[in-house]
């Protein structure tokens, strides 16, 4: 098959340079007739181009067959082919590769993204949870400060060897009334006056000391005698107020 595909090469190439010089020979033949009707060639060079060119043809079409069958050729396309192939199984690995990572982005952007959503929603509870937990242990703390309240206003006779003789806790009023002991009226009015506002501080303390207490209770004080009268209470603006004058 070399062989053959070698003389092809020879008659293919011979053919091709005779062809050229025919294709010439019938221009030039044409121009010496132009010049010449009576001038007739001595070779049929049209019919030789002709066979010239047909035989180029068939050549070229038995190089081709046999070139392509020789043990080269098939080596080189067996080579080509195997070339082609692993560079489609590159192009495949690439790609394979290329939506193995996007994939694996695409789950880390998701994953992160749950995790965000999850530490959001986690904060959150535990914010709500916190704030849940405040606010049980405010109620239990008010609640307990209260009953202390109302516990020392009960203690306050005892603690004042019987100066004030009643203090408790208003509901009408929401604020703290303090009884004295009448006898402590007899006194001069600058001592009496001492006396409430002495008196008006002690539920002033009492509030202020067991303080944050109910919304139902204010820092209100009323100073009172034991038989009603009003000596002495907490202004508007917080401060002390005689009302023995």
Do not use: C
């Not at 043990?71 to 396309?77: G, L, T």
């Not at 590769?97 to 959001?120: G, I, R, Y």
């Not at 309240?149 to 806790?169: F, S, V």
Request: aromatic share 10%; proline share 2%.
């Amino acid at each position: 098959m070399q062989f053959l595909s070698g003389l092809l090469a020879i008659i293919l190439t011979a053919s091709f340079f005779f062809g050229i010089f025919g294709i010439i020979a019938i221009l030039v033949t044409q121009q010496r007739q132009k010049a010449n009707a009576d001038f007739k060639p001595k070779h049929d060079w049209k019919h030789m181009t002709l066979y010239t060119i047909l035989t180029f043809v068939v050549s070229f079409a038995l190089f081709s067959f046999a070139s392509a069958n020789t043990p080269d050729a098939k080596k080189e396309v067996a080579q080509e082919s195997s070339i082609s192939a692993r560079k489609a199984s590159t192009r495949k690995v690439k790609k394979q590769e290329q939506a193995a990572s996007q994939s694996s982005l695409k789950a880390k952007k998701a994953s992160s993204a749950s995790q965000k959503k999850a530490a959001k929603a986690s904060s959150i509870k535990a914010d709500k949870d916190e704030k849940k937990l405040e606010k049980k242990t405010r109620a239990k703390n008010i609640k307990r400060n209260f009953i202390a309240y109302k516990t020392e206003l009960a203690q306050l006779p005892a603690k004042t060897k019987n100066a004030i003789t009643h203090a408790y806790y208003s509901r009408n009023s929401g604020g703290t009334v303090i009884v004295i002991n009448d006898e402590i009226l007899n006194a001069s009015d600058s001592a009496v006056r001492s006396t409430v506002h002495n008196a008006w501080k002690i539920g002033q303390n009492v509030y202020n000391n067991n303080s944050p207490l109910p919304d139902s209770v204010n820092y209100y004080v009323t100073v009172k005698d034991e038989g009603g009268t009003q000596w002495g209470h907490t202004s508007m603006f917080g401060s002390f107020k005689y009302d023995g004058e």
